[in-house]
């Protein structure tokens, strides 16, 4: 993985961080003072002393977490309530002794009590959460969402409470917060749906946990940033040429659907192939033809035809299936593209057509294991391409679900959406944020489909590929802004570039000034 990725841990690897780092000598406590100084901090940050804020402290360290805020905010003359969920004489270790230091009446907690709050801290549950929740917990949860509704910010205290931090699934119930204070790095459950929708705006605290622990608890899964992108597009060359950045094909559908497949290929080039040809049935030449310039046209009849062109290997990248249409034709052509050494992307129909008989697909691919292989399914193509896998109906999140097809695949599976999941075949994962919600448009996927192709065709690894594609993919779309429709998307390919390549720019997002 990029060195420079930042890295999402599981509730797991969180508790060997944690557990690491008491280990070589700097106390729980001290942890746990820390990251509740960083919510009282982010609580003092927008709401002024005099503010009425209720801390709604869990059982567990979540709650400890909520004693230090509670007792660090009635020093700065905020007026606090501490509410706890369960007894206090149950409270153990760290908890027990940041409950000992707050000196205010422990209340128990009941819904009424946020009646007029200010700010609400959720500090009911967080990497502990392991099961749904009901009874007081869920009316605590319930109450908290009522207040915001009337007014009240609700800090959540490392995640908002319900929301499972490996998965991002709400656990019978979630807080909706306005802020989520984590600790040391942002887990997967701030990314993924449903929870990243739960956490509000994210910050991410310094409570004292070295970065060289990451090198022990090796976390399997970062979030793609302007960094991972940065190193994972191959830069041209200078004493390079255009047959050195590769050359990518794109078959094309009938006369009638060659827009998908001519969007991909732009795409292609835009990311920087060196050459592109689009492989067009005969029928649709003179359409496809007269709509490319850079892109070059090759008549292709079929499957035969396209081993014989990919024969030559200067083709080093094909993209297959934006428009191809469903069938044994689109099948044949997926088979004889992975018969062979290149990288193949398969998206759209090239999947769909394997829906009856994805171990067909399976095997061939399996039969490639070493080459660079990429699947671009949307929810839909995904699941009836892998739905029927016990590993991925069993699996708890988008995360593993991916995981799980990737491993079954023998290949790196892309599935699309807001949360965008990368896997490869080894369990390494990436989570792609990036995109805003106007990148929904027709021949979206087309473009990335291409881009993933381009980046292929210069050397890039398919993970790295499909990762930074995804990036630079949110980032055009960005760029754009509302309006887009997929056509600007390669438009907008040399401004991000620019601006991925110039140290001096800053990221449009980091402008704006959010994670979010
Ligand atoms: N480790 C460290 O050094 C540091 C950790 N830090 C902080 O600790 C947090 C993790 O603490 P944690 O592991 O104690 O878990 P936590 O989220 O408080 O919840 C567990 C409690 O809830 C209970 N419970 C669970 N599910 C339930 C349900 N559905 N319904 C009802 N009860 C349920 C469960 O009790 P059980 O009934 O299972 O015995 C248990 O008592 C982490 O998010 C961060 O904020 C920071 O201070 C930095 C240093
Ligand atoms: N809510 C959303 N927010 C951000 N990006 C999204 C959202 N929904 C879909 N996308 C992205 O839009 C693109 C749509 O691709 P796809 O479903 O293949 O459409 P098409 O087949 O029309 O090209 C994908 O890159 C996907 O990740
Ligand atoms: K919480």
Redesign the pocket.
Known sequence: MPAAASALLT?VE??EA??L??ASGTP?IV??E???RAVADAVARRDPPGSRVAVVA????????GFVAARLLAERGFRVTLLLV?SPDRLKG??AAAAARWTGPVVPAAPEALAGAHVVVD?L???????????L?RAMIEAMNAAAGQGARVVA???PSGIN?TTGAV??VAVTAEESVT?FRGKPGHWLLPGRLHRGRLTVAD?GIPDAVLATVRPRCVLVDADFAREAVPVPRLAGHKYSRGHAVVVSGGASTTGAARLAARAALRAGAGLVTLASPPDAMAVVAAASLAVMVRAVDGAAALADLLADARFNAVALGPGLGVGAATRDLVLAALAGPRAVVLDADALTSFSGAPEDLFAALRKRAGQATVLTPHDGEFSRLFGHLDAVREAPSKLDRTRAAARAAAAVVLCKGADTVIADLDGRAAINTNAPAHLATAGAGDVLTGIIAGLCAQGAGAFEAAAAAAWLHGAAATEVGPGLIAEDLSEAMPSVYARLFDPLAAPRAARAGGLR
Request: no cysteine; hydrophobic share 35%; net charge negative.
């Open positions: 509730t969180m508790g944690d557990r780092t008491i729980g942890l746990m820390n990251a509740g869990g059982p567990g360290n979540n709650g400890g977490d369960g760290d908890a500090a549950f967080g990497a502990g959460l392991d099961r749904p929740v009901e009874g917990p205290v490392d995640l931090g656990m019978g600790f409570i």
